[in-house]
């Protein structure tokens, strides 16, 4: 199956960690990555593969996978966090690509 | 650094067929290792991967799209275009053209809406 799927929403207190998770047949074979979407702007790359963070995103922002389960995890989550968040997996020619149905992370 | 920027037109009607440009600007589309992409977003829905080139030219397609989408590339101009025949209302939508490397999309453009619409 190609389908990947996040859970609608999550809520986390200022401070402290929410993790956003991904779940699909395809994450067994490919590593996600992982977007952040503010409204009315484009995505933003926030970590990749195994253990990657793009330069400018904070460190605060990690990933991990295991099986068929990917995991986002904010850990001290700001304001500025609040946001849509994407998983995306597919295969290293992008042949079967598919992004998961977002996760909208409300900040309290 | 690499930045994308979208164009065309913003209302298409509906049979007719959508064609968007993206530019590529602060560096070379023909850079390898990277395949230049095309995502939409519906409206207040999620992400979907349309499809993406390679310099080279080779493609890949969505496959519940690829009967209607043509992906090109002008290495001459650092651009690469996307046509999408046939629109009806439901392909209204923000068009985002992004660069892909290693499974994952590092730079995109801001995005563009296109309405499907007589």
């Known amino acids: 199956s190609s389908e990947l799927t996040q859970d609608p929403a999550v809520s986390v207190a200022l401070g402290q960690t929410v993790r956003i998770t991904c779940q699909g047949d395809?994450?067994?074979?490919?590593?996600p990555s992982w977007y952040q979407q503010k409204p009315g702007q484009a995505p933003v790359l926030v970590f990749y593969g195994k253990n990657s963070r793009p330069s400018g995103i904070p460190d605060r922002f990690s990933g991990s996978s295991s099986g068929n389960t990917a995991s986002l995890t904010i850990t001290g989550a700001q304001a500025e966090d609040e946001a849509d968040y994407y998983c995306y997996t597919g295969d290293s020619s992008a042949k079967h690509a598919v992004f998961g149905g977002g996760t909208n992370v409300t900040v309290l | 650094q690499v930045q994308l920027q979208e164009s065309g037109p913003g209302l298409v009607k509906p049979s007719q067929t959508l064609s968007l440009t993206c530019t590529v600007s602060?560096?070379?589309?023909?850079?390898?290792?990277?395949?230049w992409s095309w995502i939409r977003q519906h409206p207040g829905k999620g992400l979907e991967w349309i499809g993406n080139?390679?310099?080279?030219?080779?493609?890949n397609y969505n496959p519940s799209l690829k009967s209607r989408v043509i992906i090109s590339v002008d290495t001459s101009t650092n651009q690469f275009s996307l046509k999408v025949s046939s629109v009806t209302a439901a392909d209204t939508a923000v068009y985002y053209c992004a660069r892909r490397i290693s499974n994952a999309f590092d730079v995109w453009g801001q995005g563009t809406l296109v309405t499907v619409s007589s």
């Open positions: 395809s994450l067994r074979t490919y590593y």
């Open positions: 602060g560096g070379s589309i023909s850079s390898g290792g990277y395949y």
């Open positions: 080139i390679h310099y080279s030219g080779t493609t």
